[in-house]
């Protein structure tokens, strides 16, 4: 008996070691996670700063460099050359945030399933379906070709393996212990594909499937009526009458079939289309100082940890400070002593649907352009955890990928099946050698230069330089394309509906030093109808755009504080457009006390979004249901069984404003005949009911911030560690862009001159470690509006009171 007891006691003790070491299902191996000697708590980080001074011997590094952190963890790299330059940057990047930027390369190479298993087999198919990985290699071919990117690409892929061969399971970071698994070597190819996933965020919405149908049901005068291809109100980035510095080339002849190749229905996570940003310029003219001054501050999800990562980086010919996308080497968006630059997305049309013809079944040969061709087929190999290798076969045209070639519940509602994708982000591009130029830029002319080797995803790239000058160029690999070639689906038999070129990099949108003494975008369209070329149907609607331009125009005397507080403007102007409207047609004599309470909040407004303030919660509410029963019947999925997309705001706007018999107004899905009356009053009804129900009768809780409820998530959307109901004001298509989950992910404001200053934060912290104080501590600057000063050392030996530690990197 007792050889039994002894025997159980030590298949407990095994089954238990088994259990405690093994991941199962979500939950990570409890004994080796919590573990005190190689568990979570090592990851914990003494509030104190760490000592003043630190050596390290790094293999691969030519010569010593020099590295500085100030109070923010902000580290200013001063090497000899531009392999420990980017040597450095990479270890001291990897050191705060390699599992963000590891895990962010999985995400583009639809390699997530490796991690958490077959729950993201879709999502991973997906991604290589639509050729993020096929678009980063080849983008890498460009870069490596190039001298100066292949020696950046290298040295800083160098330096993120030194960080990752320093780690024992003991300092892995937290992430890696939680879901399991460990870091594998970097390659320059991680850095071409996060720029491939930034390319899919920026330019990987489509509405050519959504448009397409909506012509199929409707007919070319409708669709041309409700979806127009230029907005009645609109601001453009290049205004119209700017002159033109170039002859243009001609543009594609309209292929005469173009209509009639639309006939076929086509079957039914993408991009958010909320993200966006703002940037823009003033003239020394405009400014107290005399010299310009620049601001920047782009919308995307907000997240810990955050997007962006601030470094200081110089060398022999190089001094720059900015913010850079862990796992991308150089400064993305920044300055140095002469000039300044930020970006915005353009949201150009760049991406395609052809529809194909097969031969047969098999599907190894499709129609075009008067003969068969082969089916070029790629078999992707995708490992999932715990299950069996997946096969996935993805077939390829002339244009691109066929994402689905059968039918199956696609992943993206955006996806027609058996059509092939054209996307200049499977164009070869260096992006890399354009930002190595602007980091290095001294003038218009060296800004100009290095636009030229940008291709995707396509930015407004704002400048403005200490010679007092100032500028814009939508930039980026522009299809020259016939008029709306690509606003709905496209003939993939003919050859004429192919993309016939590109647009010269000199002929895209741009103004240098206009006389109103401003350059801004915000989104909006690049040019007005005065340009040559067409890029695209649908940008960002007019209000940011406007707004900004409208503060600028009556601005002097400008500071950099002056362009931080327009950052913050709360103002909507598509409240003030259409709430006049919408309180006309209310009939007061029909509310019910509470909505009458509620009529009654919405006339004293000012249409300011901000965090207190209540009319905001109840013109989302009241306008958006409006606009629901206004178009829902007509063009939403669930009554029309069809994937289309409401029409635009400007075209909706004028309909509310001018048409109140248009026959949209009516439900058909109702026997009784709707007026616009009635739909306002149902809408204002909506609201109050939402937010009573939400919150009790009306009153504090009702105030914007709390309806808005803006969540910054971690990256993998672990609980606990993000940062929940932020208090703060803005919203989509307002200066101030803070919406439920995206928003200024950065905001800088720079002030050129012969000394120059800067200010800048994100939301979030330099380190990625949720047990370092780093992690989050710039929320709450961020948060108030404020921004922090953006120390610019010029030497390493430097003295600045916030410059704390040092570390000396040797080889």
């Given at each position: 008996m007792a050889w039994i007891k002894a025997l159980l006691t030590l298949l407990i003790s095994i089954m238990l070691t088994w259990v405690l070491n093994t991941k199962l299902g979500d939950a990570p191996p409890f004994g080796r996670f919590l573990s005190p000697f190689r568990g979570f708590w090592q990851n914990a980080e003494a509030a104190t700063d760490k000592p003043a001074q630190q050596e390290l011997t790094l293999a691969g590094l030519q010569a010593p460099v020099q590295v500085r952190f100030d109070d923010k963890r902000v580290p200013h790299v001063f090497a000899q050359n531009d392999h420990d330059l980017y040597f450095a940057q990479g270890y001291l990047t990897a050191r705060d945030r390699l599992w963000q930027m590891e895990f962010q390369t999985h995400v583009a190479a639809g390699r997530i399933s490796e991690i958490v298993g077959e729950r993201a087999l879709e999502y991973d198919r997906f991604q290589r379906r639509m050729g993020l990985p096929f678009g980063a290699r080849k983008s890498l071919e460009v870069m490596m070709t190039d001298a100066t990117t292949r020696t950046v690409l290298e040295a800083y892929s160098a330096g993120v393996n030194a960080y990752i061969n320093s780690l024992s399971d003991k300092t892995l970071p937290f992430e890696y212990k939680l879901l399991d698994?460990?870091?594998?070597?970097?390659?320059?190819?991680?850095?071409?594909?996060?720029?491939?996933?930034?390319?899919?965020?920026?330019?990987?919405r489509s509405d050519d499937l959504r448009l397409s149908n909506a012509l199929n049901?409707?007919?070319?005068?409708?669709?041309?009526?409700?979806?127009?291809?230029?907005?009645?109100?609109?601001?453009?980035?290049?205004?119209?009458?700017?002159?033109?510095?170039?002859?243009?080339?001609?543009?594609?002849?309209?292929?005469?079939?173009?209509?009639?190749?639309?006939?076929?229905?086509?079957?039914?996570?993408?991009?958010d289309a909320d993200l966006g940003s703002n940037n823009f310029a003033v003239s020394g003219a405009k400014s107290a100082s005399g010299f310009p001054l620049l601001a920047n501050d782009p919308h995307l999800q907000l997240n810990l940890p955050s997007i962006w990562y601030q470094i200081q980086l110089m060398a022999p010919g190089v001094n720059v400070y900015g913010v850079t996308i862990p796992g991308s080497p150089l400064v993305i968006i920044g300055f140095n002593g002469q000039v300044a630059w930020g970006v915005t997305n353009v949201g150009a049309d760049v991406l395609d649907w052809y529809q194909l013809k097969f031969k047969d079944n098999t599907r190894r040969e499709y129609w075009h352009d008067g003969r068969w061709k082969p089916v070029r087929r790629v078999v992707e190999r995708i490992r999932v955890r715990g299950r069996p290798d997946r096969l996935d076969t993805v077939l390829y045209t002339h244009h691109?990928?066929?994402?689905?070639?059968?039918?199956?519940?696609?992943?993206?509602?955006?996806?027609?099946?058996?059509?092939?994708?054209?996307?200049?982000?499977?164009?070869?591009?260096?992006?890399?050698?354009?930002?190595?130029?602007?980091?290095?830029?001294?003038?218009?002319?060296?800004?100009?230069?290095?636009?030229?080797?940008?291709?995707?995803?396509?930015?407004?790239?704002?400048?403005?330089?200490?010679?007092?000058?100032?500028?814009?160029?939508?930039?980026?690999?522009?299809?020259?394309?016939?008029?709306?070639?690509?606003?709905?689906?496209?003939?993939?038999?003919?050859?004429?509906?192919?993309w016939q070129g590109w647009i010269p990099a000199a002929h895209n949108p741009h103004i240098r030093n206009p006389a109103r003494?401003?350059?801004?975008?915000?989104?909006?369209?690049?040019?007005?109808?005065?340009?040559?070329?067409?890029?695209?149907?649908?940008?960002?609607?007019?209000?940011?755009g406007h707004r900004i331009n409208e503060r600028l125009s009556v601005m002097q005397g400008a500071t950099a504080d002056s362009l931080r507080l327009l950052q913050l403007d709360n103002l909507n102007l598509n409240a003030q457009l259409m709430l006049?409207?919408?309180?006309?047609?209310?009939?007061?004599?029909?509310?019910?006390?509470?909505?009458?309470?509620?009529?009654?909040?919405?006339?004293?407004?000012?249409?300011?979004?901000?965090?207190?303030?209540?009319?905001?919660?109840?013109?989302?509410?009241?306008?958006?249901?409006?606009?629901?029963?206004?178009?829902?019947?007509?063009?939403?999925?669930?009554?029309?069984?069809?994937?289309?997309?409401?029409?635009?705001?400007?075209?909706?706007?004028?309909?509310?404003?001018?048409q109140d018999t248009s026959r949209w107004i009516d439900d058909r899905r109702t026997p009784r005949r709707e007026t616009l009356p009635e739909l306002v009053q149902a809408s204002l009804r909506f609201a109050t009911d939402s937010l009573t129900r939400k919150f009790g009768p009306r009153g504090p809780k009702w105030r914007w911030a709390n309806q808005k409820s803006t969540d910054i998530l971690h990256l993998a959307q672990l609980k606990g560690f993000g940062r929940l109901d932020l208090d703060v004001g803005g919203g989509a298509a307002i200066v101030n862009a803070i919406s439920e989950r995206n928003g200024p992910s950065w905001r800088m404001v720079v002030a050129l001159g012969p000394q120059v200053r800067a200010y800048g934060v994100f939301p979030g912290g330099q380190s990625g470690n949720p047990g370092s104080a780093h992690y989050d501590d710039m929320i709450e600057t961020w948060r108030k509006g404020e921004l922090n000063e953006l120390i610019f050392l010029r030497k390493p030996d430097e003295q600045h009171p916030r410059v704390k530690a040092a570390m000396a990197l040797r080889p």
């Open positions: 698994y460990k870091p594998e070597p970097w390659q320059p190819l991680k850095c071409a594909l996060l720029l491939k996933l930034m390319a899919w965020d920026l330019s990987g049901k409707y007919g070319p005068g409708i669709v041309n009526d409700l979806f127009p291809n230029y907005p009645t109100r609109e601001d453009p980035i290049v205004p119209v009458g700017t002159p033109q510095d170039f002859q243009p080339v001609p543009v594609p002849a309209t292929p005469p079939t173009f209509a009639a190749a639309l006939s076929e229905k086509v079957p039914a996570r993408e991009p691109g990928p066929v994402v689905y070639d059968h039918d199956e519940k696609v992943f993206n509602k955006q996806t027609p099946i058996r059509h092939a994708l054209r996307w200049t982000a499977h164009e070869g591009g260096n992006e890399v050698r354009a930002f190595y130029g602007l980091n290095r830029a001294q003038n218009y002319a060296d800004y100009t230069a290095a636009l030229q080797y940008y291709a995707s995803p396509a930015q407004n790239f704002i400048f403005a330089s200490a010679q007092n000058e100032v500028a814009i160029w939508p930039n980026g690999k522009f299809p020259l394309k016939w008029a709306n070639q690509g606003k709905f689906i496209l003939d993939g038999t003919n050859a004429a509906h192919d003494g401003f350059v801004s975008s915000a989104n909006q369209f690049p040019a007005g109808p005065d340009y040559p070329y067409y890029l695209g149907w649908s940008f960002a609607t007019w209000e940011r006049p409207r919408m309180l006309a047609l209310v009939q007061p004599q029909q509310l019910s006390a509470a909505q009458r309470r509620t009529y009654d909040t919405m006339r004293r407004w000012n249409y300011f979004y901000d965090a207190g303030a209540i009319a905001p919660s109840v013109f989302e509410l009241w306008y958006g249901n409006l606009v629901k029963c206004l178009w829902d019947d007509d063009f939403g999925t669930a009554a029309t069984g069809l994937e289309m997309r409401y029409p635009p705001r400007d075209r909706t706007n004028n309909l509310l404003l001018t």
